[in-house]
Antibody, heavy 121, light 110 residues
Framework: QLQLQESGPGLVRPSETLSLTCTVS??????????WAWVRQPPGKGLEWIGS???????YYSPSLKSRVTITLDTSKSQFSLQLSSVTAADTAFYYC?????????????WGQGTLVTVSS | QSVLTQPPSVSAAPGQKVTISCSGG????????VSWYQQFPGTAPKLLIY???KRPSGIPDRFSGSKSGTSATLAITGLQTGDEADYYC???????????FGGGTKLTVL
């Protein structure tokens, strides 16, 4: 059964770069049917899609975050990563890694448990 | 401000039926499939409905989805207290090439 697990610092200083990694197990990260995405959720608020990456490295980014976001893929480690630069308190959120499907519709069919990242000095 | 519009909250009694609406536009719901997600407090969202009306394995048929034009609806019949959760609709926004969600609807089973 596919499992995703986020890892990374829970506290980031303002103006620094947030870095998270998602480890995929129980399935192939090279599967051409899927993209790998990041979604965040500020505490008590709704979901926000950040961006995604394909097995070949093709990326989509949310326009509102595009200037600060980089998503990369390491197939040898079955991992994909998120970097968000110049963070502020507004970037404090639960960050989820997900598997994204584009086969017919757009769906996020498998989610990590999420990790809380707090931006504070 | 979410691209997709959902009511902030809905409520109904156990055993009853409730519907949650999700309204968008031509560049999102109007030309793409809709998915629905269920989220319990302190946990990750879970895919509930995909491709407008399909259920992943393990999702009871009490949950159903539909789409008409630029709106979608999630229906839950035979409500149980265990259905109390937040529900989100989602779809692809073709004009901006991004995934978008509704603001979420909190379901209370009275």
């Amino acid at each position: 059964q596919l499992q995703l697990q986020e890892s990374g610092p829970g506290l980031v200083r303002p103006s620094e770069t947030l870095s998270l990694t998602c480890t995929v197990s129980g399935g192939s990260i090279n599967n051409t049917d899927f993209y790998w995405a990041w979604v965040r959720q500020p505490p008590g608020k709704g979901l926000e899609w950040i961006g995604s990456i394909s097995h070949s490295g093709n990326t989509y980014y949310s326009p509102s975050l595009k200037s600060r976001v980089t998503i990369t893929l390491d197939t040898s480690k079955s991992q994909f990563s998120l970097q968000l630069s110049s963070v502020t308190a507004a970037d404090t959120a639960f960050y989820y890694c997900t598997r994204e499907m584009f086969t017919s519709g757009w769906d996020l069919d498998c989610w990590g448990q999420g990790t809380l990242v707090t931006v504070s000095s | 401000q979410s691209v997709l519009t959902q009511p902030p909250s809905v409520s109904a009694a156990p055993g009853q039926k409730v519907t949650i609406s999700c309204s968008g536009g031509n560049s999102n719901i109007g030309n793409n499939y809709v998915s629905w997600y269920q989220q319990f407090p302190g946990t990750a969202p879970k895919l509930l409905i995909y491709d407008n009306d399909k259920r992943p394995s393990g999702i009871p048929d009490r949950f159903s989805g539909s789409k008409s034009g630029t709106s979608a609806t999630l229906a839950i019949t035979g409500l149980q207290t265990g259905d109390e959760a937040d529900y989100y609709c989602g779809t692809w926004e073709s004009r901006l090439t991004k995934g978008v969600f509704g603001g979420g609807t909190k379901l209370t089973v009275l």
